[in-house]
Nanobody, 117 residues
Framework: VQLQASGGGLVQAGGSLNLSCQAS????????MGWFRQAPGKEREFVIS????????NSADSVKGRFTISRDRTENTANLQMTSLKPEDTAVYYC???????????WGQGTQVTVSS
């Protein structure tokens, strides 16, 4: 499975951005797609994920209530809606996926998200 991420950019604090991740093939129900991020000088961290079959989501405490992930099964695409962005959300975001937890077997290219204060 190849993952292609898109979106990101520069936004002011309090603003919103959307990221998308498209898979190269039809995904099976047990697949988990998600996002990790890495800020400068920090370790990579889990952000949010969605189970392809059930649609059940999981997110880090730092983004709960602000980030929402959804999937379009017909387009093999997951969408990440980020609202109320904070400067500490600034990072390179990576679309990831896998058949088990954590969903880190497949990685897309990173996309930069920068939140200015």
């Amino acid at each position: 499975v190849q993952l292609q991420a898109s979106g990101g950019g520069l936004v002011q604090a309090g603003g919103s951005l959307n990221l998308s991740c498209q898979a190269s093939e039809r995904l099976y129900s047990s697949y988990i797609m998600g996002w990790f991020r890495q800020a400068p000088g920090k370790e990579r961290e889990f952000v949010i994920s969605i189970r392809w079959g059930s649609g059940r989501t999981n997110s880090a405490d730092s983004v709960k209530g602000r980030f929402t992930i959804s999937r379009d099964r017909t387009e093999n695409t997951a969408n990440l809606q980020m609202t109320s962005l904070k400067p500490e959300d600034t990072a390179v975001y990576y679309c990831t996926g896998g058949s088990s937890w954590p969903p880190d077997r497949h990685w897309g290219q990173g996309t930069q998200v920068t939140v200015s204060s």
